[in-house]
């Protein structure tokens, strides 16, 4: 029994620093068959202690299935800033842009601070504040019901957005599959995600390798109605056969 106490603190220590796990990751770790972890994710599922997803676990605050802002943020940073880099070739002077709540959509902001005549609409809190702070960017927020200390979302929310138009929509995702497309955690992701994506010109994914494969309840977009993948390294040629022609990848 004292084994197994300590094995399921050690996951819930590795979910922490990580966000993310999957089963073969903590296999390695814990020298733990995949029966056995997955058996100790089953239990800990149950206690309100993570949140089971296709392969591994995330992060669960007992209320909902977002990773809490403060944990994404610090989740990946890196990667999500190489990302971020990358996206940011694509904006230019005059653009009116679309920016989910996401901590990869923030990490485009401190690349474009030098771009002029920029407006930018988003629900993200955060983005907001930052940009905010410059006065070449027009920053138009949704307003609505305050989320996780982040976020905006509801009908005044959803309602601002559909009455706007931009040049590109950037976004990411809580899961990325080649077969199923993006998906997120809860339909208020979702809905405000549809109403950006509908609104905008070109649709931009921001995507880390973590979260390839994954798949959640609540499905987005198929990668067949996205122009461009950004992600921090190559995925399999396994994953790259099955994408759309129509789908430009860059990492």
């Known amino acids: 029994m004292a084994l197994l106490q300590e094995r399921q603190a050690q996951i819930l220590e590795l979910l922490k620093q990580k ?6 990751f903590l296999c390695g770790q814990l020298f733990a068959s995949g029966a056995t972890i997955r058996r100790d994710l089953a239990v800990l599922e149950n206690r309100g202690m993570l949140k089971r997803v296709r392969g591994g676990a995330i992060a669960y605050n007992g209320i909902n299935s977002d990773l809490p802002l403060l944990l994404r943020g610090n989740t990946n940073i890196e990667l ?28 485009i902001v401190e690349r474009i601070i030098d ?8 629900n993200s809190i955060v983005i907001a504040y930052v940009l905010s702070t410059f006065s070449n960017v027009k920053v138009y927020t949704s ?6 200390n982040a976020t905006m979302i509801g009908s005044a929310a959803l309602n601002m957005v559909r009455d706007r138009y931009a040049d590109v929509f950037f976004f990411s995702c809580a899961g990325l599959s080649a077969e199923y497309g993006t998906s997120e955690t809860n339909e208020d992701s979702v809905e405000m995600k549809r109403a950006m994506f509908e609104n905008s010109t070109k649709r931009i994914l921001l995507c880390d390798h973590s ?3 994954i798949v959640f309840s609540y499905k987005c977009f198929p990668l067949n109605r996205i122009d461009v993948l950004i992600t921090d390294q190559k995925p399999p040629e396994s994953f790259i056969r099955k994408l759309p022609a129509s789908l430009r990848l860059l990492y």
């Open 115 to 122: 771009r002029h005549n920029l407006s930018i609409i988003t």
């Open 211 to 213: 979260k390839f494969d």
């Open 143 to 148: 307003g609505g019901l305050i989320k996780n």
């Open 19 to 24: 966000g993310f796990v999957t089963v073969d």
């Open 80 to 107: 999500k800033k190489h990302i971020g880099a990358i996206a940011s070739t694509f904006v230019r002077d005059s653009m009116t842009l679309f920016m989910d709540s996401s901590s990869t959509t923030r990490c």
